[in-house]
């Protein structure tokens, strides 16, 4: 079974903080996501990446970066945290195909920005 | 642009009974359409999908069938349990195949 693993289920920081959000899988899946996950908003997604050392923009990627050094482990980065970003953080892999193959996803980090 | 819209919750129902989520896309060509689960406290699961015009697709007593007509792609089951409690995501891939569009999630919860 695919494996996605987030690195808190739970996770409270202070505003203007920096944040890591760290999530690795054990697939070896070239795709990597990250969204976010608000009420009535639905998934949005913040960034991917294809393969290791690659990210791609996704629809809201403002106040996030991202970092794959390694082609199991894909970290969002807050840089300056902000009460906005308070909200259900989403990781997810596929293989290289996203047609043929689901995404699988973590359960979740809720992040609190106080 | 690509996009998905799903019926509005929360939904309740009794056991038992009959279960619709609407989901219509909008997309240029033959995007691939998917249906995800969230149970409380977990990440998505795909629950069904299809990838081409009237093909249905089914997991678990689901069912879905891919409308081009009508640009649809309505969750049903004929009889929910209480284990089906869960928000439903309604989501497409366009034909480049480059990210997933999801819908807003519509919660159910079944009442025994």
């Known amino acids: 079974d695919v494996k996605v693993t987030q690195s808190s289920r739970y996770l409270v920081k202070r505003t203007g903080e920096k944040v890591f959000l760290e999530c690795v899988q054990d697939?070896?899946?070239?795709?990597m996501f990250w969204y976010r996950q608000d009420p009535g908003l639905g998934l949005r997604l913040i960034y991917f990446?294809?393969?290791?050392?690659?990210?791609e923009k996704g629809d809201i990627p403002e106040g996030y970066s991202v970092s794959r050094e390694k082609k199991e482990r894909f970290s969002l980065i807050l840089e300056s945290a902000s009460t906005n970003q308070t909200s259900m953080y989403l990781c997810?892999?596929?293989?290289?195909?996203?047609?043929?193959?689901?995404?699988?996803f973590g359960d979740g980090t809720r992040l609190s920005i106080l | 642009g690509d996009s998905v819209t799903q019926m509005e919750g929360p939904v309740t129902l009794s056991e038992e009974a009959c279960l619709t989520i609407?989901?219509?896309?909008?997309?240029?060509?033959?995007?691939?359409l998917f249906w995800y689960v969230q149970y409380p406290g977990e990440g998505l699961q795909l629950l069904l999908k299809?990838?081409?015009?009237?093909d249905k697709g089914s997991n678990k007593g689901f069912e879905a069938t891919y409308r081009k007509e009508t640009t649809s792609f309505h969750l049903e089951k004929g009889s929910v349990q209480v284990s089906d409690s869960a928000v439903y995501f309604c989501?497409?891939?366009?034909?480049?195949?480059?990210?997933?569009?999801f819908g807003t999630g519509t919660s159910l919860t079944v009442i025994p």
């Open positions: 997810a892999s596929s293989l290289g195909n996203l047609v043929t193959g689901p995404q699988h």
């Open positions: 697939m070896d899946h070239e795709n």
């Open positions: 990446s294809y393969d290791v050392k690659m990210k």
């Open positions: 609407n989901c219509t896309y909008t997309a240029t060509g033959y995007p691939s």
């Open positions: 299809a990838t081409k015009a009237d």
């Open positions: 989501a497409l891939i366009p034909p480049s195949g480059n990210q997933f569009y």
